[in-house]
Nanobody, 124 residues
Framework: VQLQASGGGWVQTGGSLRLSCAAS????????MGWYRQSPGNQRELVAV???????NYADSVKGRFTISRDNAKNTVELQMNSLNAEDTAVYYC???????????????????WGKGTQVTVSS
């Protein structure tokens, strides 16, 4: 399974960026897709996740500014980021939790996959 992320870059404070991530490869069922981020000296933290049913969870720091969405048919997830500030500067990682085959789905076994990360830099 490969995760290809795109959309990072530099933006001024108050600006917007949209991140996209596409999952490809042998996947029976994707359970959850999401985004995490890591800034220098800090641990990787959850930004937002979305389930196959459309349920979402956001970090408190991004609620009201970021919106996560997914296309189940295309195995893609997007993160619309508005009102960006310097604290949002980080490497953003796409994350997928999936059942790799039917047996894994029956057994309730999920495998986690990470993308390589895309840099988001916000400055004035």
């Amino acid at each position: 399974v490969q995760l290809q992320a795109s959309g990072g870059g530099w933006v001024q404070t108050g600006g917007s960026l949209r991140l996209s991530c596409a999952a490809s490869g042998s996947i029976f069922r994707i359970i959850v897709m999401g985004w995490y981020r890591q800034s220098p000296g800090n641990q990787r933290e959850l930004v937002a996740v979305i389930t196959s049913a459309g349920g979402t969870n956001y970090a408190d720091s991004v609620k009201g500014r970021f919106t996560i969405s997914r296309d189940n048919a295309k195995n893609t997830v997007e993160l619309q980021m508005n009102s960006l500030n310097a604290e949002d500067t980080a490497v953003y990682y796409c994350n997928v939790g999936a059942n790799v085959d039917k047996q894994a789905w029956k057994d309730g076994r999920a495998t986690t996959y990470w993308g390589k990360g895309t840099q988001v830099t916000v400055s004035s």
